[in-house]
């Protein structure tokens, strides 16, 4: 997925959680709707970046879109475009995205396949729902890659989870480990993802790292988080501490989320378009490179049009920025 947002909105005061002995605080970060460009401009709801926090571990940017009726969004087809110092995390819940990337590779996204991009020194890729698709619905989400890594090679990674049972629901674990299983996919910094379901009012309790932050991203459904409601398109926000998390589904329906973890980040970095980088040197050069279609992000074979040109760079400098600043 590309960025319309050219750069994030500003952020307000640092906040850390306070948290009592007997009860973690949950910040819970309400999405904005964010149209992603195109004809007709399937809009999306963005949680990360948001104004009061940047990172949940390494997450970095979390779209949530759908359930879309592709006959009135016209779906998703987004042209080639570029990628630096990240990797990008689709998950689908219905319909189905064609990706094609100048790695070479040319996948379908399905309803609980992980397909994950590295996009490390430099990537491209387009990506469009296909005419079988109906309704689309997923998230995109992005992992900033940390200094040592970022200019690693171009990598691609695809992985069905093996769905585990939960008293009162069902997980697969895409990334990291919970509930007793571990993807096998590697990651650069200690990283959680996983999609739950939760049968009505079930109260599900797993373990976790308390090295950890973690964010709950609520698809559908009403779940209580340590004591705090969140609702349908909410992100809410855990500190690392707690050595389990509790989630409840208080409705008489069933209710799916998307669980994110990671050990804080804590590089200062900066997010400009399609790219990461540390310094407004780093971004410039991307774009240049891209604009002048330079090896560095190679090509894609196969996308029935031209590429995504790079917007033109803010008139003020572009600062780096670290998890909640
Ligand atoms: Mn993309």
């Known amino acids: 997925m590309s960025t319309a947002e050219t750069e994030p909105r500003p952020a307000a005061q640092p906040q850390e959680p306070l948290e009592s002995q007997d009860r973690p605080y949950v910040e819970v970060l309400s999405p904005r709707d964010v149209p992603l460009g195109g004809p007709r401009a399937m809009t999306v709801r963005r949680t990360l970046p948001h104004r009061s926090r940047r990172l949940i571990g390494a997450w970095c940017f979390v779209d949530h879109y759908g359930p879309d009726d592709v006959a009135l969004t016209g779906g998703m087809d987004v042209a080639p475009h570029p990628h630096t110092g990240l990797q990008t995390v689709s998950w689908l819940f219905t319909g189905e995205i064609e990706h094609r990337d100048?790695?070479?590779?040319?996948?379908?996204?399905?309803?609980?396949?992980?397909?994950?991009?590295?996009?490390?020194?430099?990537?491209?890729?387009?990506?469009?729902?296909?005419?079988?698709?109906?309704?689309?619905?997923?998230?995109?989400?992005?992992?900033?890659?940390p200094d040592e890594h970022r200019a690693t090679a171009r990598d691609f990674h695809h992985h069905v989870p093996e769905p585990v049972a939960l008293d009162g629901g069902e997980a697969r674990v895409f990334l990291g480990t919970l509930a007793g299983r571990t993807s096998p996919v590697?990651?650069?910094?200690?990283?959680?993802?996983?999609?739950?379901?939760?049968?009505?009012?079930?109260?599900?309790?797993?373990?976790?790292?308390?090295?950890?932050?973690h964010g709950v991203l609520?698809?559908?459904?009403?779940?209580?988080?340590?004591?705090?409601?969140?609702?349908?398109?909410?992100?809410?926000?855990?500190?690392?501490?707690?050595?389990?998390?509790?989630?409840?589904?208080?409705?008489?329906?069933p209710a799916r989320l998307i669980l994110l973890g990671g050990t804080p980040f804590e590089e200062q970095i900066v997010m400009w378009w399609n790219f990461i980088g540390r310094s407004q040197e780093d971004i410039t050069r991307a774009r240049a490179?891209?604009?002048?279609?330079?090896?560095?992000?190679?090509e894609v074979h196969g996308y029935p049009g031209d590429r995504l040109p790079a917007p033109e760079l803010p008139g003020t400098p572009l600062k780096p920025r670290g998890r909640t600043r």
């Open 102 to 145: 100048s790695l070479g590779v040319h996948a379908f996204v399905r309803p609980g396949e992980l397909n994950l991009m590295t996009s490390g020194h430099g990537i491209c890729h387009s990506e469009v729902s296909t005419p079988a698709t109906t309704v689309l619905h997923g998230v995109q989400l992005w992992v900033v890659l």
């Open 186 to 213: 590697p990651t650069f910094t200690p990283l959680l993802g996983a999609e739950l379901t939760l049968t009505p009012h079930a109260t599900v309790t797993l373990t976790v790292d308390p090295a950890f932050e």
């Open 289 to 298: 490179d891209w604009q002048a279609a330079t090896d560095r992000f190679g």
């Open 218 to 253: 609520v698809d559908h459904g009403e779940i209580r988080l340590a004591d705090t409601d969140l609702h349908p398109g909410d992100l809410g926000y855990l500190a690392p501490g707690p050595t389990t998390l509790t989630l409840t589904n208080t409705a008489d329906a």
